[in-house]
């Protein structure tokens, strides 16, 4: 299976601050990575698919970029409806599977 | 409006069985492969099975092959997700997703049933 590794597992942000969310994968999954978001008890929401295409609706602060193995989320000019956890996703190969997780947090 | 609703979760004791339903509107179902993803209380997000758009193709993960069982009805618009011989360790959420054929990610959320193993 490939193993998905989000750092940092917890991060403590300001509104207005840029944050980056990194992922690696235990092999290359070339760009068949997802972001999605989700906050306390709701279902997650698709941000970014292949890497780095912007879902519909999402607004344009949240980039993704990478590819292989290596991949980043950034949020520029983080707003209050930002505080939420993260979590990749890789598509590339069955099973399925996902990173542990970022949870950002108010500082 | 696409939407994703699902039903059938509850309490269970372990060993027992339980159906999980999704039931689809507001799109082409039968355009879409669906898949199930769960979460446990407090943890993050596991893939648990697909199925492909006639049914004919599904996959599962290792720790549910053999006792859960994925399946569709494109006339009812309807995922369905057998689950037997459940674990203390199936409690989670359980989400039903939707996915466009072959490499793709989720891009359409139920909002969840709970699903608790509990004696």
């Known amino acids: 299976d490939i193993q998905m590794t989000q750092s940092p597992s917890t991060l403590s942000a300001s509104i207005g601050d840029r944050v980056t969310i990194t992922c690696r994968a235990s092999q290359s999954i070339f760009s068949y990575l997802a972001w999605h978001q989700q906050k306390p008890g709701k279902a997650p929401k698709l941000l970014i698919y292949g890497a780095s295409s912007l879902e519909s609706g999402v607004p344009s602060r949240f980039t993704g970029s990478g590819s292989g193995t290596e991949f980043t989320l950034t949020i520029n000019s983080l707003q209050p409806d930002d505080f939420a956890t993260y979590y990749c996703h890789q598509y590339s190969t069955n099973p399925l599977t996902f990173g542990g997780g970022t949870k950002v947090e108010i500082k | 409006e696409v939407q994703l609703v699902e039903s059938g979760g509850g309490l269970v004791q372990p060993g027992g069985s339980l159906r999980l339903s999704c039931a689809a509107s507001g799109f082409t179902f039968i355009s879409y492969w669906m898949h199930w993803v769960r979460q446990a209380p407090g943890e993050g997000l596991m893939w648990v099975s697909r199925i492909n758009n006639d049914g004919t193709s599904t996959v599962y993960v290792d720790s549910v092959r053999g006792r859960f069982t994925v399946s569709r009805d494109n006339a009812k618009n309807t995922v369905y997700l057998q689950m037997n011989s459940l674990r203390d360790d199936d409690t989670a959420v359980y989400y039903c997703?939707?996915?466009?054929?072959?490499?793709?990610?989720?891009?359409?959320w139920g909002q969840g049933t709970l699903v608790t193993v509990s004696s």
């Open positions: 997703t939707r996915g466009t054929p072959n490499l793709s990610t989720f891009d359409q």
